[in-house]
T-cell receptor
């Protein structure tokens, strides 16, 4: 069963707008990660946030984590057409060195 | 730097034929290795993972098997493919918490 569930399933925005994707999970975690997948390609690691962190930034990416609500959000600011991809959250927790991925959010950025 | 290779990139196989997908990692030692399958428009399903040579953990009962004959080599196999084995197969390695993915193999079983 999936640990992380992303919301929305699909998102379409104009270039320059911000994109927000959410992830909810069920059990306790040590860390939560976000990955990007361009169509037909492997996944690329974006950012990792640990359970004792509340917010993390990397370039135009901002990730928040609320362990009390078992949820995380990924914000991409000033989106570009090249940001068009699927975005997945992944959690570990009780699974140790294994990650469990959600179904992903498909982001389309229109130029 | 570390790199991960998968081949072939695409594969079309008839039902009942055997399968062998290979994954190799360069630039790291004793990595954890993983095989995932991704159905169209879906998330990743963990199939197998390995923490060392000859050590394989299976996550989902199925028609597939995995082997790790060398430290940085991970092989996914099947003796007889089913239609339901079609999908995008991804290999990944990790040293700590982050996983790094290969380019994937698209398998179509006809």
């Amino acid at each position: 069963s999936q640990q992380g569930e992303e919301d929305p399933q699909a998102l379409s925005i104009q270039e320059g707008e911000n994109a927000t994707m959410n992830c909810s999970y069920k059990t306790s975690i040590n860390n939560l990660q976000w990955y990007r997948q361009n169509s037909g390609r492997g996944l690329v690691h974006l950012i990792l946030i640990r359970s004792n962190e509340r917010e993390k930034h990397s370039g135009r990416l901002r990730v928040t984590l609320d362990t009390s609500k078992k949820s995380s959000s990924l914000l991409i600011t000033a989106s570009r057409a090249a940001d068009t991809a699927s975005y997945f959250c992944a959690t570990d927790g009780e699974y140790g060195n294994k990650l469990v991925f959600g179904a992903g959010t498909i982001l389309r950025v229109k130029s | 730097s570390q790199t991960i290779h998968q081949w072939p990139a695409t594969l079309v196989q008839p039902v009942g034929s055997p399968l062998s997908l290979e994954c190799t990692v360069e630039g790291t030692s004793n990595p954890n290795l993983y095989w995932y399958r991704q159905a169209a428009g879906r998330g990743l399903q963990l199939l197998f993972y390995s923490v060392g040579i000859g050590q394989i953990s299976s996550e989902v009962p199925q028609n597939l098997s995995a082997s790790r004959p060398q430290d940085r080599q991970f092989i996914l196999s099947s003796k007889k493919l089913l239609l339901s084995d079609s999908g995008f197969y991804l290999c990944a390695w990790s040293a700590y918490d982050t996983q790094y993915f290969g380019p994937g193999t698209r398998l179509t079983v006809l």
